[in-house]
C-alpha cells in the first residue's frame, strides 16, 4: 500500500539552526501539507501546496518557514533559524485529488526537538 | 472560519463499555467534509473516516459508528464493546476549502480515550 515517508524520524537541533524536515508523498498525489502538533496539542495546520506553489498558510507558517518540492518527488519544511517554541511532531499529508473527498494519507511524524 | 470542539479532553472507560466522543464543528461552507483520525501512543495518525455533508446517513464499521447532525453540527463517534487498543487521542477534523481548493483540514483539540482492562 502506497504511503507517505517523513525522515529524520527524530532530529534534534540546537536553538537558531536551520532544519529540514522531509517527506515523500505518495506518488500521484497532487496536493501536500505540513501540520504541527506540539507535544499533548491539537494537530494544527501549517501549509498547503499545489502546483508548486503555497495555496494557503496559517498564522504559524512565518517568514522563518518556507517549503518547497525540489525534484518532484520530495517535499521539504525548513526552519530557518529555530526555537524552542518549534519543537514539536511535523506531519506531512498528500491527497490525490481536488476534491476534499479523498483521504489525506499522513506520514508517520518527524519529532523536532530544539534545545 | 471553521472551528472544531471536541469538548471533553480526557474519557476514561472500563473495558467493554461503549464511549461516545463528542466534536461539533462550525463551518460557513455548504460543502464540507468532517473526518476522525487516531492517534496511538506510536504517534501516527490514522483514518478513520470522512462523511461529506450531503450525507448524514450514520456508518457502522465493526465496533465503531458515527452520528452526523447537521441540524446540531455535530460528527460524534461511538465505539461499542471498547477494548484496550482502543486507547489514543481521537481527532476530529474539518475541511472546507471547496472554494479554495485547499483541502486542508483544521482539527479538534482531540479526545484522549484510555479504557482499562
Known amino acids: 500500500e502506497p504511503e507517505v515517508t517523513q525522515t529524520p524520524s527524530h532530529q534534534v537541533t540546537q536553538m537558531g539552526q536551520e532544519v529540514i524536515l522531509r517527506c515523500v508523498p505518495i506518488?500521484?498525489?497532487?496536493?501536500f501539507y505540513w501540520y504541527r502538533q506540539i507535544l499533548g496539542q491539537k494537530v494544527e495546520f501549517l501549509v498547503s501546496?499545489?502546483?508548486?506553489?503555497?495555496?494557503?498558510k496559517s498564522e504559524i507558517f512565518d517568514d522563518q518557514f518556507s517549503v518547497e518540492r525540489p525534484d518532484g518527488s520530495n517535499f521539504t519544511l525548513k526552519i530557518r533559524s529555530t526555537k524552542l517554541e518549534d519543537s514539536a511532531m511535523y506531519f506531512c499529508?498528500?491527497?490525490?485529488?481536488?476534491?476534499?473527498?479523498?483521504?489525506?494519507?499522513f506520514g508517520q511524524g518527524t519529532r523536532l526537538t530544539v534545545v | 472560519a471553521q472551528k472544531v470542539t471536541q469538548a471533553q479532553t480526557e474519557i476514561s472507560v472500563v473495558e467493554k463499555e461503549d464511549v461516545t466522543l463528542d466534536c461539533v464543528y462550525e463551518?460557513?461552507?455548504?460543502?464540507?467534509?468532517l473526518f476522525w483520525y487516531k492517534q496511538p501512543p506510536s504517534g501516527e495518525l490514522v483514518f478513520l473516516i470522512r462523511?461529506?455533508?450531503?450525507?448524514?446517513q450514520n456508518e457502522i464499521s465493526g465496533r465503531y459508528s458515527w452520528n452526523f447532525q447537521k441540524s446540531t453540527s455535530s460528527f460524534n463517534f461511538t465505539i461499542t464493546a471498547s477494548q484496550v487498543v482502543d486507547s489514543a487521542v481521537y481527532f476530529c477534523?474539518?475541511?472546507?476549502?471547496?472554494?479554495?481548493?485547499?483541502?486542508?483540514?483544521?482539527f479538534g483539540a482531540g479526545t484522549r480515550l484510555t479504557v482499562k482492562p
Open positions: 499529508a498528500s491527497i490525490q485529488g481536488q476534491a476534499m473527498n479523498t483521504e489525506a494519507f
Open positions: 477534523a474539518l475541511s472546507d476549502s471547496f472554494q479554495h481548493n485547499n483541502n486542508d483540514m483544521r
Open positions: 506518488s500521484n498525489h497532487l496536493y
Open positions: 501546496f499545489y502546483n508548486n506553489e503555497i495555496s494557503e
Open positions: 462523511r461529506n455533508s450531503f450525507d448524514e
Open positions: 463551518t460557513r461552507d455548504t460543502t464540507y467534509y
